[in-house]
């Protein structure tokens, strides 16, 4: 069975750099909740994070990967002023990667959001000149949602290319952490249960809702979002938001259950627990479930036995490790 895995990432050193203040703002705890020589769990190495040669590529083959669809992270936090320039240097190092293992890597495109003129022009480039299968975005950009008028330009090329956005957690906002994660809290405590413990999933699953309640999807039907972690908290009140926001309150064409059936893909991002499988089968189907790991946040050990061993049915099975993200991504 062909494994393909979705959200595996890759940091360019002078993104990291140049995105740092910014991010130092917003999560002013988060190097040290993750150091790497701290031995907690979600830390890679820069060499993990950087590498897109033999070492990824071994460490895939140990574990049974076929193809990793690599991105970059945190470019939403790139000041205006450099963040055209070094998302297309980021753009074009993993079409070299894609170029040097055509069978091994895809990648999504990383957009220059803190410069949204110059965003939908970099995701057609990427798409059209540089082969990749859509995009990935961190998060709110200073503080704004993709629901945000500046953005539906971006919006409106990614839905007319076809391609999807992969809407990757990032940490909440300045003053939602402050007000809901950081009181009374150890700094390294307050830092993870406002990001992998919690928080940046419980953001990523407001982004898309504030998608759906602010017409997106209205305006752009064909347009797919991909949500990590099983859906980013939104399967488990799927029925209680339909039942709390109809649609004579939302006004909208469809019922939000109807949009996250229509509109979004889901993927386990290394939390592989049979329950979270479970109840999202039974809400989701297995149609737009498609897989991932989070490497190298996540190890690859387990990936492949823990869909092998599951509960689906073969043919389910296939659709998850390959066939969906095959339709989906046009590989």
Known sequence: MRLITIEEHTLY?????????????VSPHFNEAYAPNAGLSYSPTAEQLEDLDDGRISDMDKHGIDMQVLSNL???????????????????????AVRRHPD???????VPTSAPDAAPA????????LGHVGALIYGRTEDDFLSAPRFEPLLRTAADLEVPI???PAPPTRITSADNYERGLDSAVAARFATAAWGWHNESGIHFLQLVLNGVFDRFPDLQIILGHWGE????????????????ITGLERTIGDYMRS???YTPSGMFTAAHMRFCTDMLGTDRMIYSVDYPFIGNEGARAFLENSELQEDAQHDVAHRNAERLLRL
Do not use: G, K
Request: proline share 7%; hydrophobic share 45%; aromatic share 10%.
């Open 166 to 168: 992969y809407l990757h």
């Open 122 to 129: 970099e995701l057609q480039r990427a798409v059209e000149e």
């Open 233 to 248: 908290m939104v399967p488990w009140f799927l029925d209680r938001l339909d039942e709390a926001l109809p649609r004579q």
């Open 74 to 96: 945190s470019t939403q936090y790139l000041p205006p002023e450099v963040a055209p320039d070094l998302v297309r240097y980021v753009n074009d190092r993993l079409a070299a």
């Open 13 to 25: 050193a002078d993104v990291a750099r140049s995105s740092s203040q910014r991010a130092q703002l």
């Open 104 to 110: 091994r890597f895809a990648a999504f495109a990383s």
């Open 263 to 265: 509109n979004a893909y």
